[in-house]
């Protein structure tokens, strides 16, 4: 017992002796064995300055996107001609100086136009006109604002109504007019295209200094 005991002692005293010869030279030169782990102190992200040669780079994988062509919100549309059967382009337009009924009766015969099944181009609001009433006083000539009047214009523009249609439609609008608003139906021109969009009498100005 005691010999076996004796040998097993001696087997780790050597392999204790080889390993603490072994761990001074692994200490002394660890840039010869792996040059990385000596640079790693020096600098961690060396990789960082080496040529990549365009590796990992998926954009020119994709395909390129083409613009679209941003569409002309004011480019007048064509006009549709009348025929035997139906109307052309139709104008209802619907004015007051109460804008709160104008607007609630021409969201009523928009209603009422999709109800019967007619055609509704567009449905938009025209600028606002202002008036001043001006009163001179009993003695004397000067005058005096006394009110100021501002009208509100909404249009319903209608595509092809049809003619045995169009005296009904009329019949229940009229019906159902309120009072103080003025309600017409014309055929829409290149020059009520024009109505919609404000003058600028400072930019004609410009404009014409420019040309000369």
């Not at 004011?74 to 209802?92: C, E, H, R, W």
């Not at 005058?143 to 092809?160: C, F, G, P, W």
């Not at 439609?169 to 009072?179: A, G, H, I, S, T």
Request: glycine share 4%; charged share 25%; net charge positive.
């Amino acid at each position: 017992m005691n010999f076996v005991f004796r040998k097993l002692q001696a087997s780790f005293t050597q392999q204790a002796f080889v390993f603490s010869q072994t761990l001074p030279v692994c200490r002394a030169a660890p840039s010869v064995q792996c040059p990385a782990w000596g640079a790693a102190f020096v600098n961690e992200r060396q990789h960082h300055s080496m040529p990549t040669h365009e590796i990992g780079r998926w954009k020119h994988l994709m395909k390129k996107r083409v613009q679209k062509k941003k569409k002309d919100r004011f480019q007048m549309k064509p006009i549709v001609a009348a025929t035997d059967s139906a109307y052309g382009t139709l104008n209802v337009q619907v004015s007051g100086y109460d804008m709160t009924l104008v607007e609630h009766y021409t969201q009523y015969i928009h209603n009422l136009c999709n109800q019967l099944g007619i055609n509704v181009g567009l449905c938009y609001a025209l600028p606002t006109k202002t008036m001043e009433v001006m009163l001179m006083q009993e003695k004397g000539t000067k005058m005096y604002v006394d009110a100021v009047l501002k009208t509100h214009e909404r249009v319903v523009q209608l595509i092809s109504l049809d003619t045995t249609l169009c005296p009904v439609l009329m019949d229940v609008v009229l019906k159902n007019q309120p009072e103080g608003v003025k309600l017409s139906v014309k055929e829409f021109t290149e020059a009520d295209f024009k109505d919609r969009f404000k003058e600028r009498p400072e930019m004609r100005e410009l404009m014409s200094q420019i040309n000369y």
